[in-house]
């Protein structure tokens, strides 16, 4: 489907497909949003359909051509002898899966690079490539039992490899939604030390294996597991080097919310962008905790130059808007259950205690690192980007452009008004959230169209009805938030794509990871 969106005439009919394979969920309702009892996340149709081929491609690479040639010099019977290809072939397929999984967890990984492809994307598939990893070593060793067991189990090479398929099962089990969601650093941090046992269980398997220490091969495919690896925790430390050893200025917001002002970094005003940052003083026990986190320039919250009395206007109930399907103002102060938040000439003037060259983070304190954000005017900060979020390039190309935000998510949507002419903005949050429209309004003052509603609900598919009836030729949807309104939000996509006449290029910024 990728390659096809590059080729001449077939673009249009891409675009057909994708509210049938590209963007609908597997199981309705759930894809950023975790499945019942933390299963997990539901893939996309085109990616099961993709993970599906995956399978069945290795199903039939491991189960076809075995031919039996008896008498043979090591196994007496067919059964054995064919037991023994079985065991060999498994073996060799995990070790071919090792680097292939490593490098779709990586965060530089060369395949984003080269694809339009999300590192969302390539974790959903990091995971289903461990599993087949780990299913073949159970499989090589389940095979070995009656071979070998008997003669071999006090072999060191033979303790090597029970060693490894030891950490695989329990990284395999260990690494549910179930464990990342409660537990995150926990399991960050035995991932990796697992990950180490397998590979040096591995490597000591087949180094030990061979009384004349022939490998036949296999150590090559360690080789390229570690040095994808190293590559990309090289990568990290260089960005991190490039950005220099920063300070941030934090500011608690209240409601749980905080403003961290990173002074220095131009990083341009382009959308989708995060970046994983460090605060190693925050628990100096665990330095390494990082968190990736959407980014805004900080002058892009600075108010628009002729903005020194219209406001912004928030609600509280879902029924009014700031301004009609037009873009043209409505007298908000005759519409109910709407609060006019207005400043003078003075207010919006630039605000001179922050700078405005730099990153503005705006963080909702959870569990882990977010936890101990306190007010600070000198955080010693480390980063890790910027990477991209998903490709902008065809929503840009787009009409018109129709923002859809939840609470802390508006901090993905904010670049985006700067990069359009059209671009409308639809953003609820929580009246304890009402601390963000504060810091925000600066910029919101800049969009023409918007809701922005406080207390209230966003209708989503009433906002693609609308984008219908205006008879744009394409629109895009950019959507940031909370798990079930970016679902809602694909599902709505999906519905108004099929009906024909405007076609939708939807972008889903979650870290649902």
């Known amino acids: ?132 990893f780990a299913l073949y070593a159970l499989l090589h060793t389940l095979t070995a039992l009656p071979l ?83 590559f990309d925790r090289l990568a990290r430390v260089a960005r991190m080097a490039q950005n220099g050893v920063r300070r941030s200025t934090v500011t608690d917001l209240g409601g749980g919310y905080v403003r961290a002002d990173i002074i220095g970094i131009r990083w341009g005003y382009e959308p989708g962008k995060h970046v994983y940052v460090y605060f190693p003083t925050l628990n100096p026990l665990r330095p390494w905790e990082n968190h990736p986190f959407s980014i805004v320039p900080t002058a892009l919250l600075q108010p628009a130059p002729d903005s020194v009395s219209g406001g912004t206007s928030s609600k509280r109930s879902d029924k009014d808007s700031s301004t009609d399907g037009s873009g043209r103002q409505i007298d908000i102060e005759k519409q109910d259950g709407v609060r006019t938040l207005s400043k003078t000439a003075a207010d919006l003037s630039p605000d001179n205690s922050r700078a405005t060259v730099g990153l503005t983070l705006f963080i909702k304190k959870s569990a882990g690192m977010t936890k101990s954000l306190q007010a600070h005017d000198n955080l010693l900060t480390l980063m890790d980007g910027p990477y991209p979020n998903n490709p902008t390039k065809e929503v840009i190309r787009c009409d018109r452009i129709l923002l859809i935000g939840g609470g802390i998510g508006i901090t993905g949507l904010l670049p985006w008004v700067s990069n359009h002419f059209n671009v409308k903005l639809a953003w609820s949050v929580r009246e304890t959230a009402r601390c963000l429209v504060n810091e925000v309004e600066g910029m919101l003052s800049r969009v023409a169209e918007k809701d922005v509603r406080i207390g209230g609900r966003l209708d989503v598919n009433e906002l693609l009805d609308e984008e219908l009836r205006r008879g744009w030729g394409k629109v895009g949807v950019v959507v940031s938030g909370p798990g079930g309104l970016c679902d809602d939000v694909r599902a709505a996509v999906v519905r108004a794509g099929r009906k024909g006449g405007t076609v939708f290029e939807l972008e889903v910024d979650a870290y649902s990871w």
């Open 1 to 132: 489907m990728t390659c096809l969106g590059f080729l001449p005439y077939i673009s249009r009919i891409v675009q057909k497909i994708k509210p049938y394979l590209v963007y609908p969920s597997t199981i309705r309702a759930y894809q950023v949003r975790p499945l019942p009892y933390s299963l997990g996340n539901a893939p996309t149709v085109g990616q099961s359909l993709y993970i599906t081929m995956f399978i069945i491609l290795n199903v039939i690479l491991a189960a076809v051509n075995y031919k039996s040639y008896q008498p043979h010099a090591w196994y007496a019977t067919k059964s054995d002898e064919i037991l023994a290809y079985v065991f060999y072939r498994t073996g060799t397929f995990s070790f071919v899966l090792a680097p292939l999984t490593l490098l779709f967890s990586s965060r530089n990984n060369i395949l984003i690079w080269l694809t339009n492809w999300s590192h969302s994307t390539f974790l959903l598939l990091h995971r289903w490539v461990a599993r087949l």
């Open 148 to 230: 070998y067991y008997s003669t071999e189990r006090t072999q060191q090479y033979w303790i090597w490899g029970a060693v490894a398929i030891v950490a695989t099962m329990v990284l395999t089990f260990a690494s549910g939604l179930y464990v990342r969601r409660p537990f995150y650093e926990f399991f960050l941090i035995t991932h990796i030390i697992l990950s180490i046992f397998v590979i040096v269980g591995c490597w000591y398997h087949i180094k030990l294996w061979s009384a004349v220490g022939l490998t036949w091969g296999y150590e090559t495919w360690l080789y390229a597991a570690i040095a994808v690896w190293f």
